[in-house]
């Protein structure tokens, strides 16, 4: 019996096999990761396609550009976050302004947990506005409205228990949250420490408390 014997061809390696969708998820998570910690005028394309392992080709195979790839990472974040929200704000075991601290304590955990290399995506794209595609501008805004009305249910479904004062407009201080978190994850950032964000949030919760 002849038994065939397959030799294999010199020149480059085979190729690896690679699924479209895992690849276009890896480019997006290698985006992120670099975003969260540079800013995206700070960040190339080359970076990402390095840590992946993939040529230029394949990433305009997935995206038209770098602003394109730009707004899938940030709808990508968006999500992501949106999520993790919601497994602290729905959480029905604890009373409303004990679900808004679980969500600060793990945000401040993961701060540490990443020595306060990684920031908030969409908070550090906030501050370097003025140098992105203008179209990132309502992508940006529409984020944070998402992420506001969640924090306004939660901080409603609090005065509806009496936590919070009657008269407090809950959408304004859900609005209130976000600008001071930003800047709190920001000094958290320069000094290195949880500090900025535990004194921003005992501070919000003693005032909307007080809220007239």
């Given at each position: 019996m002849n038994t065939k014997?397959?030799?294999?061809r010199r020149g480059r390696p085979p190729k690896i096999?690679?699924?479209?969708?895992?690849?276009?998820?890896?480019?997006?998570?290698s985006g992120l990761e670099l975003l969260t910690k540079q800013g995206f005028s700070s960040s190339g394309i080359d970076s990402i396609l390095k840590k992946v392992g993939v040529p230029k080709g394949s990433?305009?195979?997935?995206?038209?550009?770098?602003?394109?790839?730009?707004?899938?990472?940030?709808?990508?974040?968006?999500?992501y976050f949106e999520k993790?929200?919601?497994?602290?704000?729905?959480?029905?075991?604890?009373?409303?302004?004990?679900?808004?601290?679980?969500?600060?304590?793990?945000?401040?955990?993961?701060?540490?947990?990443?020595?306060?290399?990684?920031g908030c995506l969409i908070g550090n794209l906030e501050q370097e506005v003025t140098l992105l595609p203008t179209n990132y501008r309502a992508q940006l805004i529409n984020v944070f409205i998402n992420?506001?009305?969640k924090i306004a249910t939660c901080l409603q479904e609090a005065q509806e228990i009496g936590d919070i004062c009657p008269s407090?407009?809950?959408?304004?201080?859900?609005e209130l949250f976000w600008i001071g978190w930003e800047g709190a994850v920001s000094r958290a950032r320069l000094v290195q420490s949880t500090t900025p964000l535990t004194?921003?949030?005992?501070?919000?919760?003693?005032?909307?408390k007080l809220t007239n």
């Open positions: 014997q397959t030799t294999a096999a690679r699924n479209n969708q895992d690849t276009k998820a890896e480019l997006l998570r990433f305009y195979h997935y995206f038209d550009s770098k602003e394109a790839f730009g707004r899938e990472v940030i709808d990508s974040y968006a999500k993790k929200l919601d497994t602290h704000l729905l959480n029905n075991a604890n009373k409303p302004l004990d679900r808004l601290a679980s969500y600060v304590n793990d945000a401040k955990e993961r701060m540490a947990h990443y020595q306060f290399e990684r992420w506001q009305n407090a407009n809950c959408c304004e201080l859900a004194l921003f949030f005992e501070h919000y919760l003693k005032n909307i």
